[in-house]
């Protein structure tokens, strides 16, 4: 494994046929989400297939602001949520009540939804597509969605474990090509791909061993790096919206208002003085920027 390959996120194409591709691997982003909280074993294997799969999924997809993959049901695992920004960072948590099963994706979630949002930023509409998860796996489930709500055929694989969270995606593009059992092919040689090398082999390595015969191009890696988007300046607008009698009430009760980010556990505090500050700065009115 080279240095190249920690926490990078590998295109490639299948020269002269319609079929593309995608490797990520996580390491020290996916060890961040894992360092604020404890997650048993099969509740953090899901999670970190869910953020191998959003980070595969920003590259088929052209955004500005954030993509969100959100799965939320009604079993033990109740609610997965990744997310990952155009720069190629991300951020995930999952909450789940009891024992979660090692066991297929049903019996995990229960009946659930799996939710892609792509957020373009700077107030602009966001976009949002859904699927009933009715597969045995994430991967599964999100071939579905690309199947039901893309029209395009594609296939995904993912793995994670305590160290590294993994995947590859293959994805058969519209259009006629000269090499029309390309994406048979390719997805077949694809299946051969086991859970243990993609946690372990290299991005070069992998494609050598599935694709050697083929004529593919690979391009130069992207960095994947962990970062949270929470900030003091977005707390106090949460604050503003519950509303100065409800803050207020917070303070009383407990002395001072403490948020704690549920993706990275930063917590802010405000005082008694940084509520009265807060919502007397929301009360003035704007003044135009003028200039004589």
């Known amino acids: 494994m080279t240095s190249r390959d920690n926490d990078c996120l590998h295109r490639f194409v299948f020269e002269h046929t319609d079929v593309r591709g995608e490797l990520v691997r996580l390491d020290a982003s996916w060890r961040a989400v894992l360092e604020h909280q404890q997650y048993p074993a099969p509740v953090r294997e899901l999670l970190g297939e869910a953020l191998a799969a959003v980070t595969l999924l920003s590259a088929t997809i052209k955004f500005d602001g954030f993509l969100h993959l959100q799965l939320r049901g009604d079993g033990p695992l109740d609610l997965v949520l990744v997310e990952v920004t155009a720069q190629r960072t991300v951020r995930g948590l999952a909450r789940w009540s009891g024992e979660v099963p090692a066991a297929p994706l049903g019996s995990q979630v229960g009946k659930a939804w799996l939710t892609l949002t792509i957020d373009p930023g700077a107030g602009r509409e966001r976009y949002q597509g859904l699927v009933a998860v009715e597969q045995d796996s994430l991967a599964a489930t999100l071939e579905d969605y690309f199947r039901q709500s893309e029209q395009l055929a594609t296939r995904l694989w993912l793995a994670a474990d305590a160290r590294c969270a993994a995947g590859m995606l293959l994805q058969r593009l519209p259009g006629a090509t000269p090499d029309a059992d390309a994406w048979n092919r390719d997805v077949m040689l694809g299946e051969t791909l086991a859970a ?97």
């Open 196 to 292: 243990a090398e993609l946690l372990t082999l290299s991005s070069r390595e992998i494609l050598r061993r599935l694709f050697h015969e083929e004529d593919l191009r690979l391009f130069e890696p992207e960095p994947v790096s962990f970062r949270c988007r929470c900030s003091r300046e977005r707390i106090a607008t949460v604050l503003r919206g519950l509303g100065y009698n409800e803050v207020r009430d917070l303070l009383e009760e407990q002395g001072e208002v403490s948020v704690t980010c549920e993706f990275c556990s930063q917590t802010h505090v405000f005082d008694a003085v940084d509520v009265e500050r807060l919502f007397a700065a929301s009360d003035q009115p704007e003044v135009p920027d003028t200039r004589h």
